[in-house]
């Protein structure tokens, strides 16, 4: 059994940084890919990045471009979401997933949160104007 333990959320100014990171209990981190979304208050939980197994291909939302990177290491089952240049529309729950289905056989990577079979349980970011 996966499970997938998110940290590093917290109250932020805009224009301030945060760090999230998710640790992968179970032994299918190295092949599986990750994701971290997250869902704002009344709307649907939504994409923001993910990296495969090898972290050769990582894809960003529109909305984080340029200001949030994600990064994997295989050896600590941690995925981490550097995320700089906050801004208030980015305060959420964040939420880590993994995708187990689609790792070294396969060059393809998910960004619909129905790919993802674990979840986390979310940390809460929030950024003040």
């Known amino acids: 059994q996966v499970q997938l333990v998110e940290s590093g959320g917290g109250l932020v100014q805009a224009g301030g940084s945060l760090r999230l990171s998710c640790v992968h209990s179970?032994?299918?981190?190295?092949?599986?890919?990750m994701g971290w979304f997250r869902q704002a208050p009344g709307k649907e939980r939504e994409f923001v990045a993910v990296?495969?197994?090898?972290?050769?291909?990582?894809f960003y939302a529109d909305s984080v471009e340029g200001r949030f990177t994600i990064s994997r290491d295989n050896t600590k089952n941690t995925v981490t979401l550097q995320m700089d240049s906050l801004k208030p529309e980015d305060t959420a729950i964040y939420y880590c997933?993994?995708?187990?289905?689609?790792?070294?056989?396969?060059?393809?990577?998910?960004?619909?949160?129905?790919?993802?079979?674990?979840w986390g349980q979310g940390t809460q970011v929030t950024v003040s104007s």
């Open positions: 179970g032994r299918t981190f190295s092949s599986s890919s």
């Open positions: 990296i495969s197994w090898n972290g050769l291909r990582i």
């Open positions: 997933a993994a995708d187990p289905k689609r790792g070294p056989h396969t060059s393809v990577v998910v960004t619909n949160p129905l790919g993802f079979d674990y």
